[in-house]
């Protein structure tokens, strides 16, 4: 099982809106809607920003929203800040071993 | 405040073994599947293995790469998730992260532990 892929990295200015994809199969993303997005910043530890493709846990910006089509899953995060800038990965369960694969990552920059 | 406290990273060398703890504080621990997530240096993330509740059984999976080597026990009275680590190999060097886990997300992550495996 392979990683899922990502763009390794994504940038925009402050304000704007920025997409990333993560693609998986039909065996992991296509096949669940169990589909989570993290951001991490250097040196921290990874943070829980989507969950089940489109749903945000208490305390994330609504800023952040997913979405899935086919084997893609998406990440876009909508008047781009600062704070932003940091590594995102997605994460989808899959019917075969590993239980859980992660994406490549893509960093995103604020320009 | 829900809080994940990793110990027990440290230099070994290769074929040694290695224990982590996790203890968590701030939620109920024993409903959460707890499951280690590692990061090598300069790479992405990558899940190792988990165990679920005992509600659902307490048991375990794993990664390809850590079976057989590695092995996930809890002790909910102590509130504390483990990771035993043999046979060490210089591919497991990483930040190993433990994660509490409701319905297949990491909800929650550690700050993490350094374990370097070298001569």
């Not at chain 2, 997530?37 to 375990?60: D, H």
């Not at chain 2, 190993?96 to 370097?116: E, P, R, S």
Request: hydrophobic share 30%; glycine share 12%; net charge neutral.
């Amino acid at each position: 099982q392979s990683a899922l892929t990502q763009p390794a990295s994504v940038s925009g200015s402050p304000g704007q809106s920025i997409t990333i994809s993560c693609t998986g199969t039909s065996t992991d993303v296509g096949a669940y809607n169990y589909v989570s997005w993290y951001q991490q910043h250097p040196g921290k530890a990874p943070k829980l920003m989507i969950y089940d493709v489109r749903n945000r846990p208490s305390g994330a910006s609504d800023r952040f929203s997913g979405f899935k089509s086919g084997n893609t899953a998406s990440l876009t995060i909508s008047g781009l800040q600062a704070e932003d800038e940091a590594d995102y990965y997605c994460s989808s369960y899959t019917s075969s071993s590993p239980l859980y694969v992660f994406g490549t990552g893509t960093k995103v920059t604020v320009l | 405040e829900v809080q994940l406290v990793e110990s027990g990273g440290d230099l070994v060398q290769p074929g040694r073994s290695l224990r982590l703890s996790c203890t968590g504080s701030g939620f109920t621990f024993g409903d959460y599947a707890m499951s280690w997530v590692r990061q090598a240096p300069g790479k992405g993330l990558e899940w190792v293995g988990f165990i679920r509740s005992k509600l659902y059984g307490g048991t375990t999976e794993y990664a390809a790469s850590v079976k057989g080597r590695f092995t996930i026990s809890r002790d909910d009275s102590k509130r504390v998730a483990y990771l035993q680590m043999s046979s060490l190999k210089t591919e497991d060097t990483a930040v190993y992260y433990c994660t509490g886990m409701i319905a297949n997300k990491f909800d929650d992550w550690g700050q993490g532990t350094l374990v370097t495996v070298s001569s």
